[in-house]
């Protein structure tokens, strides 16, 4: 099941957390999030942006475990079958938007001694001829409409890019 199938069953299931009064990026989803200690929420109505934000999808292992229809207890054995036996799927289209301008999403700001708007994981995806394709979670600091600034670690992602490679995608939003 993908991202917008499981939000509609976990709404239909009555477990989906909608709110509709309009929100502030700035502290106020953040705090939101917490309050309701990790339940899934729909903000539909975030203030300077037509974009909802959803939020807690993955914050227990019971929520996880559902979006990959499984038991709790099953959880960590479905995670590394998956990873020693990962199923070859062809995607013919893909489901994404290219952005022009970061401004078009609404990134949050969730602290006060936050620097600026964080984007706390996307995935940032990059492919090199010999080491193959490398996924890492990284959190990014919005600097301008256009730019970000992530700490990049010396591992798997720093050595691809010492290799020569020098493109590589940004998802946000991913399951």
């Known amino acids: 099941m993908n991202m917008r199938e499981f939000i509609k069953k976990l709404d239909k299931e009555g477990k989906l957390l909608k709110i509709s009064k309009e929100v502030s990026r700035k502290y106020e989803i953040a705090a939101l999030m917490k309050k309701f200690d990790g339940k899934p ?3 539909e109505n975030v203030e300077d942006s037509n974009v909802p934000i959803i939020a807690n999808v993955c914050s227990s292992r019971d929520i ?3 979006a990959l229809n499984t038991e709790k207890e099953q959880l960590l054995f ?5 990873i020693e036996k990962p199923k070859k799927i062809m ?4 489901n994404y938007k290219e952005i022009q301008s970061l401004d078009e999403i609404p990134i949050l700001t969730h602290y006060p001694k936050d620097g600026g708007p ?3 994981s996307a995935i940032f995806v990059i492919k090199d001829k010999e080491l193959g394709i490398n996924s890492s979670f990284h959190r990014m600091m919005k600097i301008d409409k256009k730019r970000v600034v992530a700490r990049i670690l010396p591992r ?3 050595e691809f890019v010492k290799r020569g490679n020098r493109e590589f995608a940004i998802c946000i939003g991913s399951p």
Do not use: R
Request: charged residues 30%; hydrophobic residues 50%; glycine residues 4%.
């Open 41 to 43: 929420i729909m903000f």
């Open 118 to 120: 964080y984007i706390t």
């Open 156 to 158: 798997h992602f720093d």
């Open 91 to 94: 995607i013919k289209k893909g």
């Open 64 to 66: 996880i475990a559902e």
């Open 78 to 82: 479905k995670i590394a079958d998956a």
